[in-house]
Protein backbone atom coordinates (compact mmCIF):
# COMPACT_ATOMS: atom_id res chain seq x y z
CA UNK A 1 0.00 0.00 0.00
CA UNK A 2 1.41 3.56 -0.73
CA UNK A 3 2.29 5.89 2.06
CA UNK A 4 2.67 9.37 2.63
CA UNK A 5 6.11 10.85 3.74
CA UNK A 6 5.89 10.31 7.67
CA UNK A 7 4.94 6.69 7.11
CA UNK A 8 1.46 6.76 7.19
CA UNK A 9 -0.98 4.85 4.69
CA UNK A 10 -2.48 6.11 2.19
CA UNK A 11 -5.66 6.03 0.94
CA UNK A 12 -7.85 6.35 3.99
CA UNK A 13 -11.47 6.61 4.72
CA UNK A 14 -11.20 9.72 6.79
CA UNK A 15 -13.23 10.71 9.93
CA UNK A 16 -14.89 13.78 10.36
CA UNK A 17 -13.70 16.31 13.31
CA UNK A 18 -15.24 18.97 14.23
CA UNK A 19 -13.22 22.68 14.99
CA UNK A 20 -14.52 25.44 16.23
CA UNK A 21 -16.66 27.31 13.05
CA UNK A 22 -15.94 24.32 10.89
CA UNK A 23 -15.23 20.77 10.07
CA UNK A 24 -12.52 18.60 9.08
CA UNK A 25 -11.66 15.31 7.75
CA UNK A 26 -8.73 13.61 9.24
CA UNK A 27 -7.30 9.80 9.84
CA UNK A 28 -8.84 8.10 12.48
CA UNK A 29 -7.89 7.08 15.88
CA UNK A 30 -5.05 9.11 17.94
CA UNK A 31 -3.17 11.03 15.28
CA UNK A 32 -6.55 12.53 13.61
CA UNK A 33 -7.61 13.16 17.53
CA UNK A 34 -4.47 15.12 18.08
CA UNK A 35 -4.42 17.41 15.28
CA UNK A 36 -7.66 18.46 16.25
CA UNK A 37 -6.58 19.47 19.69
CA UNK A 38 -4.27 21.68 17.56
CA UNK A 39 -6.39 22.97 16.06
CA UNK A 40 -8.32 24.42 18.96
CA UNK A 41 -5.30 25.66 20.23
CA UNK A 42 -4.96 27.29 17.42
CA UNK A 43 -8.06 29.03 17.72
CA UNK A 44 -8.25 30.17 21.15
CA UNK A 45 -4.64 30.63 21.46
CA UNK A 46 -3.28 32.45 18.16
CA UNK A 47 -6.12 33.43 16.02
CA UNK A 48 -9.36 32.25 15.02
CA UNK A 49 -10.20 29.81 12.75
CA UNK A 50 -11.62 31.29 8.87
CA UNK A 51 -13.90 28.68 7.27
CA UNK A 52 -13.39 28.10 4.19
CA UNK A 53 -9.79 27.83 4.70
CA UNK A 54 -9.09 24.87 7.18
CA UNK A 55 -8.17 21.71 5.19
CA UNK A 56 -7.49 18.20 6.55
CA UNK A 57 -7.66 15.16 4.22
CA UNK A 58 -6.48 15.06 0.58
CA UNK A 59 -5.12 12.37 -1.57
CA UNK A 60 -2.50 14.32 -3.77
CA UNK A 61 1.48 14.62 -3.78
CA UNK A 62 3.71 17.27 -1.96
CA UNK A 63 3.25 20.27 -4.09
CA UNK A 64 6.52 20.46 -6.58
CA UNK A 65 7.08 16.75 -5.80
CA UNK A 66 6.16 13.66 -6.52
CA UNK A 67 6.00 11.73 -3.08
CA UNK A 68 2.48 11.32 -1.68
CA UNK A 69 1.72 14.28 0.81
CA UNK A 70 0.67 13.48 4.84
CA UNK A 71 -2.71 14.70 3.80
CA UNK A 72 -3.19 11.90 1.83
CA UNK A 73 -2.80 9.50 5.50
CA UNK A 74 -5.06 11.88 6.76
CA UNK A 75 -1.68 13.28 9.26
CA UNK A 76 -2.12 16.73 8.23
CA UNK A 77 -3.96 20.12 8.78
CA UNK A 78 -4.02 23.11 7.53
CA UNK A 79 -5.00 26.32 9.48
CA UNK A 80 -6.19 30.25 7.87
CA UNK A 81 -4.50 28.32 4.85
CA UNK A 82 -4.99 31.74 2.27
CA UNK A 83 -3.75 34.06 4.99
CA UNK A 84 -0.46 31.60 5.71
CA UNK A 85 0.10 30.42 2.41
CA UNK A 86 2.79 27.94 1.36
CA UNK A 87 6.63 29.49 0.59
CA UNK A 88 5.96 32.24 2.98
CA UNK A 89 8.27 33.86 5.96
CA UNK A 90 5.98 33.09 9.30
CA UNK A 91 7.01 36.35 10.18
CA UNK A 92 5.38 38.08 6.86
CA UNK A 93 1.38 36.84 8.47
CA UNK A 94 2.04 36.21 12.16
CA UNK A 95 3.19 38.63 14.96
CA UNK A 96 6.22 37.19 17.27
CA UNK A 97 3.70 36.59 19.80
CA UNK A 98 1.66 33.90 17.96
CA UNK A 99 4.97 32.38 16.46
CA UNK A 100 6.20 31.39 19.99
CA UNK A 101 2.58 30.61 20.75
CA UNK A 102 2.45 28.36 17.91
CA UNK A 103 5.61 26.60 18.51
CA UNK A 104 4.73 26.64 22.93
CA UNK A 105 1.14 24.35 21.71
CA UNK A 106 3.09 22.11 19.05
CA UNK A 107 6.07 21.74 21.90
CA UNK A 108 2.96 20.31 23.96
CA UNK A 109 2.83 17.23 21.49
CA UNK A 110 6.05 15.92 22.54
CA UNK A 111 7.41 15.86 19.00
CA UNK A 112 4.10 14.11 17.58
CA UNK A 113 3.51 17.31 15.57
CA UNK A 114 5.58 19.33 13.61
CA UNK A 115 4.57 22.79 12.60
CA UNK A 116 5.61 23.63 8.46
CA UNK A 117 7.02 27.33 9.55
CA UNK A 118 9.83 26.15 10.71
CA UNK A 119 10.68 23.72 8.21
CA UNK A 120 14.24 24.48 6.29
CA UNK A 121 13.96 25.69 3.11
CA UNK A 122 10.38 26.73 1.70
CA UNK A 123 8.37 27.07 4.69
CA UNK A 124 4.21 26.38 5.11
CA UNK A 125 2.99 28.65 8.10
CA UNK A 126 -0.64 26.81 7.47
CA UNK A 127 0.60 23.36 8.17
CA UNK A 128 0.71 20.73 10.51
CA UNK A 129 1.65 17.28 10.45
CA UNK A 130 2.34 14.06 12.05
CA UNK A 131 5.65 13.27 12.83
CA UNK A 132 5.30 9.99 15.63
CA UNK A 133 3.97 6.75 15.50
CA UNK A 134 0.25 6.22 16.32
CA UNK A 135 1.00 4.51 19.51
CA UNK A 136 3.37 7.59 20.80
CA UNK A 137 0.53 10.19 19.52
CA UNK A 138 -2.17 7.85 21.61
CA UNK A 139 0.24 8.29 24.39
CA UNK A 140 0.45 12.04 24.03
CA UNK A 141 -3.27 12.36 23.31
CA UNK A 142 -3.68 11.23 27.11
CA UNK A 143 -1.73 13.29 28.55
CA UNK A 144 -3.01 16.48 26.84
CA UNK A 145 -6.96 15.58 27.36
CA UNK A 146 -7.53 12.32 29.51
CA UNK A 147 -8.82 10.74 27.01
CA UNK A 148 -7.37 8.33 23.80
CA UNK A 149 -8.25 7.78 20.68
CA UNK A 150 -11.80 8.53 19.15
CA UNK A 151 -12.53 11.11 21.57
CA UNK A 152 -11.55 13.95 19.42
CA UNK A 153 -9.89 15.63 22.49
CA UNK A 154 -12.83 15.93 24.98
CA UNK A 155 -11.37 15.01 28.20
CA UNK A 156 -13.14 11.49 30.10
CA UNK A 157 -15.57 12.18 32.96
CA UNK A 158 -13.74 12.60 36.33
CA UNK A 159 -10.48 13.42 34.15
CA UNK A 160 -8.73 17.26 33.80
CA UNK A 161 -6.13 17.72 31.67
CA UNK A 162 -2.70 16.87 32.44
CA UNK A 163 0.65 18.05 30.47
CA UNK A 164 4.27 17.41 30.48
CA UNK A 165 6.79 17.31 32.74
CA UNK A 166 9.80 17.58 30.55
CA UNK A 167 10.58 21.30 29.78
CA UNK A 168 13.49 23.55 28.26
CA UNK A 169 13.92 26.93 27.93
CA UNK A 170 11.44 28.36 25.40
CA UNK A 171 12.71 31.80 24.81
CA UNK A 172 15.26 34.64 26.20
CA UNK A 173 14.25 37.90 25.34
CA UNK A 174 15.75 41.52 26.70
CA UNK A 175 13.37 44.11 28.04
CA UNK A 176 14.12 47.48 27.67
CA UNK A 177 11.77 49.48 30.09
CA UNK A 178 10.44 52.46 27.77
CA UNK A 179 9.84 54.48 31.05
CA UNK A 180 10.24 54.24 34.91
CA UNK A 181 6.52 53.39 35.85
CA UNK A 182 5.03 50.28 35.45
CA UNK A 183 4.99 48.89 32.10
CA UNK A 184 4.37 45.35 31.36
CA UNK A 185 5.50 42.42 28.91
CA UNK A 186 3.76 39.54 27.70
CA UNK A 187 5.60 36.32 27.36
CA UNK A 188 5.04 32.56 25.65
CA UNK A 189 5.36 29.74 28.04
CA UNK A 190 5.84 25.85 27.34
CA UNK A 191 2.35 25.19 29.17
CA UNK A 192 3.97 22.30 30.67
CA UNK A 193 3.60 21.79 34.87
CA UNK A 194 6.74 23.35 34.63
CA UNK A 195 6.65 26.16 32.95
CA UNK A 196 8.17 29.00 34.75
CA UNK A 197 9.43 33.05 34.03
CA UNK A 198 13.19 33.79 35.18
CA UNK A 199 14.02 37.16 35.79
CA UNK A 200 17.67 38.14 35.58
CA UNK A 201 18.32 41.36 36.07
CA UNK A 202 21.59 43.15 35.16
CA UNK A 203 23.98 42.59 38.26
CA UNK A 204 26.40 44.61 39.27
CA UNK A 205 29.06 45.94 42.71
CA UNK A 206 31.18 44.27 44.76
CA UNK A 207 27.97 42.99 46.31
CA UNK A 208 26.43 41.31 43.29
CA UNK A 209 23.38 43.40 43.44
CA UNK A 210 20.85 45.57 40.85
CA UNK A 211 22.92 48.76 39.97
CA UNK A 212 19.02 50.01 40.24
CA UNK A 213 16.08 48.97 41.42
CA UNK A 214 14.06 46.07 39.30
CA UNK A 215 10.04 45.55 40.57
CA UNK A 216 8.18 42.39 39.42
CA UNK A 217 4.54 42.37 40.29
CA UNK A 218 1.79 41.39 39.51
CA UNK A 219 2.06 38.76 37.51
CA UNK A 220 -0.79 37.31 35.49
CA UNK A 221 -1.03 33.97 33.55
CA UNK A 222 -2.93 31.77 31.49
CA UNK A 223 -3.49 28.19 30.41
CA UNK A 224 -5.65 26.74 27.59
CA UNK A 225 -8.66 28.02 26.65
CA UNK A 226 -7.39 31.52 28.57
CA UNK A 227 -7.98 29.88 31.81
CA UNK A 228 -6.30 31.67 34.49
CA UNK A 229 -3.60 29.64 35.87
CA UNK A 230 -0.74 30.23 38.88
CA UNK A 231 -1.17 33.03 41.23
CA UNK A 232 0.07 36.72 41.55
CA UNK A 233 2.81 36.96 44.22
CA UNK A 234 2.24 39.81 44.88
CA UNK A 235 -0.73 38.70 46.83
CA UNK A 236 1.85 36.44 48.78
CA UNK A 237 2.61 37.58 52.50
CA UNK A 238 5.84 38.85 52.85
CA UNK A 239 6.51 39.15 49.01
CA UNK A 240 9.48 41.65 47.92
CA UNK A 241 8.86 42.52 44.50
CA UNK A 242 11.72 44.30 44.32
CA UNK A 243 14.43 41.73 42.57
CA UNK A 244 18.06 42.02 44.22
CA UNK A 245 19.22 38.84 42.18
CA UNK A 246 17.78 36.22 39.50
CA UNK A 247 14.41 35.12 40.73
CA UNK A 248 11.94 32.40 39.50
CA UNK A 249 7.93 32.45 39.33
CA UNK A 250 6.43 28.93 38.79
CA UNK A 251 3.20 29.12 36.57
CA UNK A 252 2.74 25.40 35.90
CA UNK A 253 0.10 24.79 32.80
CA UNK A 254 0.63 28.65 31.76
CA UNK A 255 0.87 29.50 27.84
CA UNK A 256 1.64 32.90 28.30
CA UNK A 257 1.54 35.52 31.17
CA UNK A 258 1.90 39.08 31.24
CA UNK A 259 4.92 40.79 33.38
CA UNK A 260 4.03 44.13 35.22
CA UNK A 261 7.47 45.35 36.11
CA UNK A 262 9.06 49.04 36.73
CA UNK A 263 12.52 49.55 36.18
CA UNK A 264 14.78 52.66 34.49
CA UNK A 265 15.15 52.85 30.28
CA UNK A 266 18.77 52.42 31.02
CA UNK A 267 18.67 49.14 33.40
CA UNK A 268 17.28 46.20 30.81
CA UNK A 269 16.81 42.58 32.28
CA UNK A 270 16.43 39.60 30.62
CA UNK A 271 13.65 36.99 30.98
CA UNK A 272 13.97 33.21 29.94
CA UNK A 273 10.40 31.52 29.36
CA UNK A 274 10.34 27.39 30.13
Excluded at 22 to 27: E, Q
Aim: with cysteine; charged share 20%.
Amino acid sequence: MPTSQNGYSAPITPVSRELPGGKVALRAGPTGDLLAWVGRQFHALVEPLIWPGCWGYAYRDIRGATQLSNHSSGTALDLNAPAHPLDTNPAANFRPAQIATIRAIVARTEGCVRWGGDYVGRRDPMHFEINANEQRCAAVLAKLTGSTAGGGGTPAPGNTPSSTTEVTMLDRITVTPPNDRQNTVRVSLSGTDQAAIVVRPRLGGKDGKTPAPLWIAPLYAWGHDNVGVGHDPAQTAGYDARCKGHRRFALPNALWADVCYSAKPEDPFVLETY
